[in-house]
């Protein structure tokens, strides 16, 4: 059909297909646009749960990464992290040079820098994680690498924080390891 109606009468059968064309790309970002902001609003109490951003294996950020939603890294990142509530998660790829800050940490790659989690950090057994750690739980698998120093603190921080008041708020050194060694 378009070869014969396009080399004989070419304004009326473009007219025909110019609404098919512009309905079917328009139909596409439409459905993207929409579904991702209308899920995004009924979802956002559940964003811990079941949605995540994702930095790529190829993509790199250098600087500060904030946000309301859980975040996958699969690619590199330096400077620091601050997803308060969700969750970080360092993929095998994924190589971090800053410092975190989350509700929860899982590290599969590298992470270079300190973790602050309101609830956990876990270490899978191809992780490797060099900083101190200040959170309410920690999991270190058999296989995976860890150098610093750990602060557990319970949810409710302020009781637990006075006690060792100058070692505490200083972010944990190895000097602390050493002497609990």
């Not at 050194?173 to 050493?178: G, H, K, S, T």
Request: overall charge neutral.
């Amino acid at each position: 059909m378009w070869k014969p109606n396009t080399p004989g009468t070419g304004n009326a059968n473009p007219n025909t297909p110019e609404p098919i064309r512009p309905s079917v790309p328009s139909a596409s970002p439409a459905s993207f646009e929409q579904p991702s902001t209308r899920t995004a609003t009924p979802q956002a109490p559940a964003a811990a749960s079941g949605e995540q951003a994702t930095i790529g294996k190829s993509l790199m950020i250098k600087g500060e990464v904030t946000g309301s939603e859980s975040l996958y890294i699969d690619g590199r990142i330096e400077g620091t992290i601050n997803l308060p509530g969700n969750r970080v998660t360092v993929g095998r790829n994924g190589q971090v040079a800053a410092n975190i800050s989350a509700r929860e940490v899982v590290v599969l790659g590298k992470v270079r820098g300190n973790c602050q989690a309101s609830d956990r950090i876990d270490i899978r057994s191809e992780g490797s994680l060099t900083g101190d750690v200040i959170a309410a739980r920690i999991s270190i698998e058999d296989g995976a690498f860890f150098k610093g120093g750990i602060d557990i603190r319970k949810p409710g921080g302020a009781s637990e924080a006075p006690k060792p008041a100058g070692q505490s708020q200083q972010t944990l050194e190895p000097v602390a390891v050493e002497s609990a060694s």
